[in-house]
């Protein structure tokens, strides 16, 4: 089923969360073992993350070093077919432009289509680590809505090639990502929204936003699309935060701001117990607050931990 037939149908706000795919090597009882505590809230679906291929460095003789490209998280695909398979609820496979041509991307879909799979999370992705710009793949695509464009050309049955034109069509349900306190890149929310925009009009029926910590922002941004009309439903994503490490982590990778009275709370705290206290009973009055005002969904970013989001989700749900 498509996320957006859950969110029509839904009578109340939804639960959701995201996983990553575990390290490669390992085990995919992990995935299970994060993913079981929190089947009571009944997610209708579940997100999982696509990681793209980063470089690492092997000492090989005389000094030299090899540069070896790896993807140190594969499975996406693989973990969405094992979760539709053993808990019968939709998984939404996250797609990046980053690393795949068009071609490769058209591969990616008709797999995903034979899986039965129905939803796919369109994004750019960032910058691998030894760029400083987002470079696409020659005959990939530079932007998001480039990638929507092209999964919503096959959901009209229109592939790449000449030969292959009104073949089977796929059927993807497709969403966007959004970010309250605007895209990094961006020269501000104004241009943001308007690129946002051009997602939903390309064909993306909802959005995910990135964290926050702040609700005011999240429902100002959702205000702001609704002004120049962006009209699909918008769920807001959440990320308790658990550990001393995550203070600096999180605002730096996610480039978001802390409100001042968490981070008011967070320096007083000295232990990982500490943090990880104040972080969830922040996340439960976010998320309580956001149920109240009627949101879809409530999505969780577990970051590979489940207990947190479990914390939260019984104090919520
Ligand atoms: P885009 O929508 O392409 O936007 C990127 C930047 O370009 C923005 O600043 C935007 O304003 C600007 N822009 C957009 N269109 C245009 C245009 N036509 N012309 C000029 N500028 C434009 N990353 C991963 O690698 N794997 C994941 O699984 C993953 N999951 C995510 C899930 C969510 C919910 C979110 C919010 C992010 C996720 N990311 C993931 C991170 C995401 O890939 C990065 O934030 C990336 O930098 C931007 O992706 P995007 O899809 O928002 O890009």
Redo the contacts with the bound molecule.
């Keep these: 089923m498509k996320v957006t037939e859950h969110l029509g149908g839904r009578k109340e706000t939804l639960f959701s969360f995201?996983i990553l795919p575990p390290l490669r090597g390992k085990g995919i009882e992990a995935i299970f073992e994060g993913i079981d505590p929190l089947m009571e809230f009944e997610p209708p679906f579940i997100?999982?993350?696509?990681?793209?291929e980063e470089y690492i460095y092997k000492q090989r003789d005389k000094g030299l070093l090899e540069k070896i490209s790896t993807r140190k998280r594969p499975g996406?695909v693989g973990i969405c077919a094992a979760i539709i398979n053993k808990y019968k609820i939709d998984a939404v496979p996250?797609l990046?432009?980053?690393g795949f041509t068009a071609e490769e991307t058209e591969s990616a879909l008709i797999d995903l289509h034979f899986l039965g799979i129905d939803n796919v999370?369109?994004?750019?992705?960032?910058?691998i680590k030894s760029e400083s710009t987002?470079v696409p793949e020659p005959n990939g695509h530079?932007?998001?809505?480039?990638?929507i464009q092209q999964i919503e050309a096959l959901n009209r049955g229109k592939y790449l090639h000449e030969e292959s034109q009104n073949q089977q069509r796929t059927n993807f349900c497709i969403?966007?990502?959004?970010?309250p306190e605007?895209?990094?890149?961006?020269m501000n929310l104004k241009?943001?929204l308007?690129?946002?925009k051009?997602?939903i009009d390309a064909g993306a029926e909802y959005i995910?936003?990135?964290?926050f910590y702040d609700n005011d922002s999240f429902f100002s941004f959702v205000e702001r699309c609704r002004k120049i009309g962006i009209k699909v439903p918008i769920i807001p994503?959440l990320k308790p935060i658990t550990s001393l490490k995550h203070i600096a982590f999180l605002p730096k990778t996610?480039h978001i701001d802390l409100p001042d009275a968490l981070s008011d709370a967070l320096m007083r705290c000295k232990s990982d117990a500490e943090v990880r206290e104040v972080g969830v009973a922040w996340c439960i009055e976010q998320s309580k607050e956001l149920k109240q005002a009627g949101v879809p969904c409530l999505?969780y970013?577990t970051m590979g931990r489940s207990t947190a989001v479990r914390d939260v989700a019984k104090a919520v749900f």
């Design positions: 995201e997100n999982v993350t696509y990681h793209r996406t996250h990046i432009c980053g999370l369109a994004l750019r992705g960032d910058p987002f530079r932007f998001a809505v480039e990638l969403g966007a990502a959004g970010y605007k895209h990094y890149e961006s241009t943001d308007a690129f946002l051009q997602k995910t936003t990135q964290m994503g996610f999505h970013y």
